[in-house]
């Protein structure tokens, strides 16, 4: 455990400072994906039950009143089952972002060495180099991975919110 612990540090130094910024959004993602699984199983599951309870409830589901709260009822809902999709969305949309600029903070130190030393010190450029190249593997990787999980939550909301419109009927 500790050594796996040791690996993780070395890799998170090498990549720079920006990496950690990288990690804490990716951190940030996948807390806010979960929250969205959970809430489908649970908080979405008993609003769906509390809406088709008052619904049923009405005694008048034809007129042009009801059709208004039905809608009301439906869009309700949907924004709650969206949530945090638009937040997940743009951090999703900031990892590339933030894994550039590990590249060009990366590249501004190996050009320093370069400076300073010539180019000739492949070893110092090395650290350079590698705060170029880890931040924007890593970027990208949170940005594939989010844009896979914001899809999948966004097709799933879409889904809940046709079921519930589907199940409110306007008849009687």
Not at 60 to 81: C, G, N, Y
Not at 116 to 133: D, E, F, I, P, Q
Not at 141 to 155: D, K, P, Q, R, T
């Amino acid at each position: 455990m500790i050594e796996a612990f040791e690996l993780v540090r070395d890799f998170m130094e090498r990549g720079g400072p920006i990496l950690t910024w990288i990690f804490l959004v990716i951190t940030l993602i996948w807390g806010l994906v979960f929250e969205r699984l959970v809430y489908f199983k649970t908080g979405h599951r008993k609003q769906v039950n509390e809406v088709m309870g008052t619904w049923e409830a009405r005694t008048e589901r034809t007129s042009w009143f009801a059709h208004k709260i039905r809608e009301a009822m439906i869009s309700q809902v949907t924004m709650d089952l969206r949530g945090t999709i638009p937040l997940i969305k743009t951090l999703v949309a900031v990892c590339p972002l933030l894994g550039l600029l590990g590249t060009v903070t990366g590249m501004i130190e190996v050009f320093d060495v370069m400076a300073l030393l010539g180019s000739g010190n492949v070893r110092a450029m090395a650290a350079g180099v590698s705060k170029a190249t880890i931040p924007t593997m890593a970027g990208m990787i949170g940005a594939l991975s989010g844009v896979f999980a914001s899809s999948y939550l966004e097709n799933r909301a879409n889904k809940e919110a046709e079921m519930l419109e589907d199940h409110l009927t306007m008849d009687h």
